[in-house]
């Protein structure tokens, strides 16, 4: 069994597949996945689906959509024994054991690589880039979802960030610089305030010899923190623009190159 939540909520078998991309069951399912194989309890569910206004005959209404829901997954495994979700004493589980869920294929990758600074920049982008293959959209497909599950898009999508920060980083020292720029500018136009990747792309911008692109990249970040948060950039990107004022020679690739210089005050 395949479950998938970086993206559209959908859970499939073989040839068999089914998607949930809106209403109770995608909510239920999306905080089932979420606990990773935990008991979630009664309550806990109920504030997940209906928050501060559950209906009338509440534990009625959540053990229907669990029935949907266990009826639906069950089809897609009909030679299963057992089913995946699992009514237990006060709550409910969603058996995983021999299951294949998406987020945590990506979490693990970006936890191997995080544990291993021996690799070279060409193993952390060869292992970093399917692992964000593995991101078809917003988590949950953008459905709303409660709390639990919340907390789960808020952990995946900082995961996200560091992944790609990380391959950037990468990229940047094996020379392919020309290669991410595209990808870049649209994670710089979509993520307008996170410094780190406007910086690599103001690095990948100076070494394509496009000096100013990567000035004008740094006075949109400049504008737009101004304008949403009332601060100026930090040191790190404020060095990052000096250095390309004046054509530091640290921003040149150097075939030693281990990594990007660090901010000089």
Request: include cysteine; charged fraction near 25%.
């Given at each position: 069994?395949?479950?998938?939540?970086?993206?559209?909520?959908?859970?499939?078998?073989?040839?068999?597949?089914?998607?949930?991309?809106?209403?109770?069951?995608?909510?239920?399912?999306?905080?089932?996945?979420?606990?990773?194989?935990?008991?979630?309890?009664?309550?806990?569910?109920?504030?997940?689906?209906?928050?501060?206004?559950?209906?009338?005959?509440?534990?009625?209404?959540?053990?229907?959509?669990?029935?949907r829901?266990?009826?639906?997954?069950?089809?897609?495994?009909?030679?299963?024994?057992?089913?995946?979700?699992?009514?237990?004493?006060?709550g409910?589980?969603?058996?995983?054991?021999?299951?294949?869920v998406?987020?945590?294929?990506?979490?693990?990758?970006?936890?191997?690589?995080?544990?291993?600074?021996?690799?070279?920049?060409?193993?952390?982008?060869?292992?970093?880039?399917?692992?964000?293959?593995?991101?078809?959209?917003?988590?949950?497909?953008?459905?709303?979802?409660?709390?639990?599950?919340?907390?789960?898009?808020?952990?995946?999508?900082?995961?996200?960030?560091?992944?790609?920060?990380?391959?950037?980083?990468?990229?940047?020292?094996?020379?392919?610089?020309?290669?991410?720029?595209?990808?870049?500018?649209?994670?710089?136009?979509?993520?307008?305030?996170?410094?780190?990747?406007?910086?690599?792309?103001?690095?990948?911008?100076?070494?394509?010899?496009?000096?100013?692109?990567?000035?004008?990249?740094?006075?949109?970040?400049?504008?737009?923190?101004a304008?949403?948060?009332g601060?100026?950039?930090?040191?790190m990107?404020?060095?990052?623009?000096?250095?390309?004022?004046s054509?530091?020679?640290?921003?040149?690739?150097?075939?030693?190159?281990?990594?990007?210089?660090?901010?000089?005050?």
């Amino acid at each position: 069994m395949d479950f998938w939540i970086l993206g559209q909520v959908a859970a499939g078998c073989g040839n068999r597949r089914v998607q949930f991309r809106y209403g109770m069951q995608c909510a239920l399912l999306a905080a089932l996945i979420a606990a990773e194989g935990r008991i979630l309890s009664v309550t806990c569910l109920i504030d997940e689906l209906w928050g501060e206004e559950p209906p009338d005959s509440v534990d009625n209404a959540l053990q229907a959509h669990a029935s949907r829901l266990r009826r639906k997954l069950q089809a897609l495994e009909p030679e299963r024994a057992r089913p995946r979700l699992v009514s237990q004493t006060g709550g409910y589980r969603l058996d995983l054991d021999g299951a294949r869920v998406d987020a945590v294929a990506f979490t693990q990758a970006l936890a191997e690589v995080r544990a291993r600074p021996d690799l070279s920049p060409a193993e952390v982008a060869n292992r970093l880039r399917p692992a964000l293959a593995l991101w078809r959209g917003p988590v949950f497909g953008g459905a709303a979802v409660g709390l639990a599950a919340q907390a789960a898009l808020a952990r995946l999508e900082a995961a996200q960030m560091t992944a790609l920060e990380l391959l950037y980083d990468s990229e940047l020292q094996q020379g392919q610089h020309q290669h991410i720029v595209p990808e870049l500018s649209a994670l710089v136009r979509s993520e307008s305030l996170n410094e780190r990747l406007c910086e690599q792309l103001m690095v990948a911008l100076y070494r394509c010899g496009r000096q100013a692109d990567a000035l004008t990249i740094y006075q949109r970040m400049r504008n737009r923190m101004a304008e949403e948060l009332g601060i100026d950039p930090s040191p790190m990107l404020r060095s990052r623009e000096r250095a390309i004022l004046s054509h530091d020679p640290a921003l040149r690739l150097r075939p030693d190159e281990l990594s990007l210089p660090g901010p000089k005050g």
